[in-house]
């Protein structure tokens, strides 16, 4: 069983910041850790991953505004997110890729509203 705490999220003007958190639990390994987000009618897509080592991945849009980091020891994800953008307003969801015996899956959180304002 995994379960994810995701904090953070909120209103703020463009060009704002703001600093979403996910911590996890498991009685799994946890792997990858990172964020989406889905906008009204758009598909969800990705915002930024990072392994236990410290490999990150950014999705195009977010590249040099947000920065993803993590602490192992508390297996929590952050998210800090710069210059933000009205197209950057979206439900960001925490996800956490888990390994339990032989069985692999990737959960997700229930989702926090990020909304800037122009």
């Known amino acids: 069983q995994v379960q994810l705490v995701e904090s953070g999220g909120g209103l703020v003007q463009v060009g704002g910041s703001l600093r979403l958190s996910c911590a996890a639990s498991s009685s799994g390994y946890i792997n990858a850790m990172g964020w989406h987000r889905q906008a009204p009618g758009k598909q969800r897509e990705l915002v930024a991953r990072?392994?236990?080592?410290?490999?990150?991945v950014y999705g195009d849009s977010v590249k040099g505004r947000f920065t993803i980091s993590r602490d192992n020891a508390k297996n929590t994800v952050y998210l800090e997110m710069n210059s933000l953008e009205p197209d950057d307003t979206a439900v960001y969801y925490c996800n956490a890729d888990v390994t339990t015996g032989s069985i692999a899956r990737t959960a997700w959180g229930q989702g926090t509203q990020v909304t800037v304002s122009s």
């Open positions: 990072i392994s236990p080592r410290g490999n990150i």
